[in-house]
């Protein structure tokens, strides 16, 4: 009897696209390289970004005190506000590589994760397909779309490598990977808060598995065992306990993730505010409505693993904007899956000799990428600049001449602050609601925007030190109390502190001899102080500009 479901009128899994051969065991590797090689080229260089620098500060403190931290201490402003740092063993990790190797030691970290994050991936799109053309074009798409996700050191890698993963032993079914992936899954709540978005992810993706069986349409697809859906998810559940906060990050994560002051991080913006994207996240929406339109023309409809990644990457997508960078993790089985089925109805189509043809281009693409990355190891293992204000001059002022105290920075520099200037006290940076209120947050940001006298907000928190933006918009009512130390293009460090100034106005405040960049403060891995030793300062590649001499 033919399936409602069945186009042609008799295979329940008609509309899929008939079993080509396999491709071999060495197109694998091959198609494996290509997709890990576009990875590596592409993101070779990592601007270093001011949230490595609460990072590696983090971890510095604890091996320094051996104490847990449990409230926010660099902070004058909330210095008893809890702080719950869900990814601290991410943190430990890279500080012990950065202690060994400096910047070289992180960014090879981030290499790893993509590595691993990649080979998900192709895995993943090798399980639900076999025409080596499919596969070759949609891992090089969506490795293509990966950009973003790969581009900074954070601990979101730790959870794109972990989602690959869950895809694959979900689409694939093979009980290896699905008992590898549960305590993984609960393992990874010690590294990023993404581990909700994994556990979630593993419990649907059984549950359908289960639910295709019940209803006899997986085929020839092995069976589930009923541990799949009733054991793993516990198994994830349970070891995402294993932290030092106990069951209790569970609950925190989920707090934290529906904290409405989130959305004063930009990263946090639906995509339905579409009058607030920019070019790329409205190209990252059509895509996404592309592949819905693919997957409704094209995709088995029994096929409800697929269906619920499909439904998981659009959603999500479009919840916040971060979350496009796990999208393409989501939609490539779906989209592989999709063309296969397009071209089985195209009779005309022959793609046996395509294929052929992509299984020798997979192979001189994973040449030609690896080498070319391989000749650019070299200088890529340091940070590259990012093209935005900074404060690194400023902070080198700060610690040539021993200045510390109770500093307001602009929020993107806070992080940076805690890791180059650990002397000071700051008012907020990018640890966001795990360190702060939202009140805090919205103060830090809003300062000169909000109607109130940014005066006022210093006073109340009792601030020395000021550290702004060279166009921030509260730094005019500011140097009316607070005098000016330092400035160049970028920043301005000011002080209301008699000594400090008397410091200045009699000639004997020390500037470093040339322009330090951000990246000098994590290159070696002797520390921060290392940014203004002479080995360093020789190395610079532009000299003081008499701007930094600058007034306001």
């Known amino acids: 009897m033919a399936s409602p479901d069945s186009r042609s009128g008799s295979d329940p899994r008609a509309e899929e696209a ?15 390289g290509a997709g890990l090689g576009l990875a590596l080229v592409s ?7 001011a949230d490595l620098g609460w990072t590696l500060a983090f971890a510095r403190k604890l091996a320094a005190t051996g104490v847990f931290p449990r ?8 210095p008893t506000h809890p702080l719950v740092m869900y990814q601290w063993a991410f943190n430990v990790l890279l500080y ?12 090879a970290a981030k290499w790893g994760w993509m590595a691993l994050t990649v080979g998900g991936l192709t895995a993943s799109i090798r399980a639900v397909s076999r025409g080596a053309l ?7 798409f969506a490795v293509h779309c990966l950009w973003m996700s790969f581009e900074l050191v954070r601990a979101q890698l730790v959870s794109f490598a972990l989602i690959a993963l869950v895809v694959y032993a979900g689409v694939s079914g093979r009980r290896w990977a699905l008992w590898l992936a549960a305590p993984l ?15 979630g992810l593993l419990a649907g993706l059984c549950g359908t598995r289960m639910l295709e069986a019940r209803l006899g349409w997986s085929g020839d697809a092995r069976r589930p065992h009923w541990s799949e859906w009733t054991v793993l998810p516990g198994v994830a559940a349970l070891f995402a306990c294993v932290t030092p906060y106990g069951p209790r990050l569970v609950l925190e994560t989920l707090r934290l993730s529906g904290d409405p002051a989130r959305l004063l991080d930009r990263e946090w913006i639906p995509l339905w505010y579409v009058h607030l994207l920019v070019p790329t996240e409205k190209v990252a929406l059509g895509l996404l409505a592309v592949s819905v339109l693919l997957a409704l023309a094209f995709l088995p409809r029994r096929r409800l693993g697929l269906w619920l990644l499909l439904v998981l990457a659009v959603g999500t997508s479009l919840s916040a904007s971060r979350h496009l960078r796990m999208a393409p993790l989501l939609l490539a089985p779906v989209v592989a899956v999709s063309l296969e089925a397009m071209f089985a109805r195209m009779k005309s189509v022959r793609l046996e000799r395509l294929d052929a043809l992509a299984v020798k281009l997979a192979g001189v693409l994973a040449v030609g990428f690896l080498a070319l990355w391989g000749l650019r190891v070299p200088e890529a293992l340091s940070f590259i600049e990012w093209p935005f204000r900074n404060p690194s001059n400023a902070i080198a002022v700060l610690r040539l001449n021993g ?18 200037a650990p002397d000071s006290r700051i008012a907020c940076d990018g640890r966001h609601v795990m360190a702060y209120s939202g009140q805090m947050i919205s103060t830090n940001i809003r300062m000169g925007v909000d109607g109130v006298d940014p005066l006022v907000t210093l006073e109340r928190y009792g601030t020395e030190l000021v550290l702004l933006r060279r166009d921030d918009p509260a730094l005019p ?7 000016p130390l330092f400035c160049d293009e970028d920043a301005c460090l000011l002080s209301r502190r008699p000594e400090d100034i008397a410091l200045r106005e009699s000639g004997r405040l020390r500037l470093p001899e040339n322009y330090v960049f951000v990246g000098d403060y994590f290159k070696s891995a002797r520390g921060p102080d290392a940014a203004w030793d002479a080995s360093v300062q020789k190395e610079a590649s532009r000299p003081v500009s008499p701007a930094f001499r600058a007034g306001l």
């Open 43 to 49: 993101n070779a260089f990592t601007p270093v970004n």
């Open 477 to 483: 009512r500011v140097v009316t109390r607070f005098k």
């Open 71 to 78: 409230v926010n201490e660099e902070s004058f402003t909330e």
């Open 185 to 199: 899954t609960g393992l990874s709540a010690n590294f990023h808060g993404g581990f909700l978005a994994g556990w």
């Open 403 to 420: 200045l510390s105290g109770r500093l307001w920075n602009d929020f993107d520099w806070g992080g940076l602050l805690l890791w180059a």
């Open 96 to 107: 012990a590589l950065h202690e060994r190797w400096g910047a070289a030691g992180v960014i």
């Open 18 to 32: 008939p079993a080509p051969a396999a491709p071999s065991a060495l197109a694998g590797w091959w198609l494996l």
């Open 134 to 140: 499919v596969q070759l074009v949609v891992l090089l």
